[in-house]
């Protein structure tokens, strides 16, 4: 009866450790983060290339390494959903945002001022605040997908032409709306591209970043 046991025994313990195994593969540091700053000319981030070296400088600056980032960002051949991997993200104090695509774009995900935190681990201002700064730039629908008009062309203009697709990240607006409550998809800019445009409905000039890989 000894063999038996010490052959259960073993069987159970080999199933323990690959469960363990399982829950330390699981990278629970930083992988989704507000920007703390702009690029400080409204919605001209450079493109698609420059919004994701900033995602990129921001979280080495903040001790995040090895990884790559991109800018939750759509463009008139992009769609946002597609450029941010597959998940699950977590934000710098390790709280998670999603576990996938599908729940980060439904109403299972986690994003509100209180975790949709910098890369520093900060709270940024939102409505009710001075200033308000809960305006991001996502040029992209509720589902993630683009509006290629409302893309501020390509994220390269910074004047009174052109708009940006803007979501809320404390879920909050002016009413009870889907829209007002949209982490992604909440109204355009109004006046064009500039950094004083994009203050002057609740922004900054801020964008998400996720970890890609």
Same mark, same amino acid.
């Given at each position: 009866m000894r063999r038996p046991t010490l052959l259960a025994a073993t069987v159970i313990a080999a199933a323990l450790a690959a469960t363990a195994g399982v829950a330390l593969s699981q990278d629970k540091?930083? /992988?989704?983060? @507000?920007?703390?700053?702009?690029?400080?000319?409204?919605? +001209?981030?450079?493109?698609? %290339?420059?919004?994701?070296?900033?995602?990129?400088?921001?979280?080495?600056?903040?001790? @995040?390494?090895? %990884?790559?980032?991109?800018?939750?960002?759509? /463009?008139?051949?992009?769609?946002?959903? +597609?450029r941010i991997g597959k998940g699950p993200w977590f934000n710098a104090k390790g709280d998670k945002i999603a576990d996938d695509i599908a729940s980060l774009h439904s109403d299972a995900?986690?994003?509100t %001022?209180?975790?949709?935190l910098t890369e520093k681990g900060e709270v940024i201002n939102g409505r009710g605040d001075t200033p308000n700064r809960h305006d991001m730039l996502t040029g992209s629908k509720p589902d993630g997908t683009r509006i290629a008009d409302q893309?501020?062309?390509?994220?390269?203009?910074?004047?009174?032409?052109?708009?940006?697709?803007m979501g809320h990240h404390d879920r909050t607006g002016l009413d009870d709306s889907a829209a007002a409550k949209s982490w992604n998809s909440s109204h355009a800019s109004r006046g064009g591209c500039s950094q004083e445009?994009? %203050?002057?409905?609740?922004?900054?000039?801020?964008f998400y970043c996720f970890?890609?890989?």
């Amino acid at each position: 009866m000894r063999r038996p046991t010490l052959l259960a025994a073993t069987v159970i313990a080999a199933a323990l450790a690959a469960t363990a195994g399982v829950a330390l593969s699981q990278d629970k540091t930083m /992988s989704f983060f @507000v920007t703390s700053v702009g690029s400080g000319k409204g919605a +001209d981030l450079g493109g698609l %290339k420059g919004a994701d070296a900033h995602c990129a400088s921001l979280a080495e600056a903040a001790g @995040v390494t090895g %990884k790559t980032w991109h800018a939750y960002l759509s /463009s008139s051949t992009e769609d946002a959903r +597609d450029r941010i991997g597959k998940g699950p993200w977590f934000n710098a104090k390790g709280d998670k945002i999603a576990d996938d695509i599908a729940s980060l774009h439904s109403d299972a995900n986690s994003i509100t %001022k209180q975790t949709a935190l910098t890369e520093k681990g900060e709270v940024i201002n939102g409505r009710g605040d001075t200033p308000n700064r809960h305006d991001m730039l996502t040029g992209s629908k509720p589902d993630g997908t683009r509006i290629a008009d409302q893309t501020c062309g390509d994220w390269t203009m910074s004047g009174v032409e052109g708009a940006a697709m803007m979501g809320h990240h404390d879920r909050t607006g002016l009413d009870d709306s889907a829209a007002a409550k949209s982490w992604n998809s909440s109204h355009a800019s109004r006046g064009g591209c500039s950094q004083e445009a994009l %203050k002057g409905t609740g922004g900054d000039g801020l964008f998400y970043c996720f970890a890609a890989e």
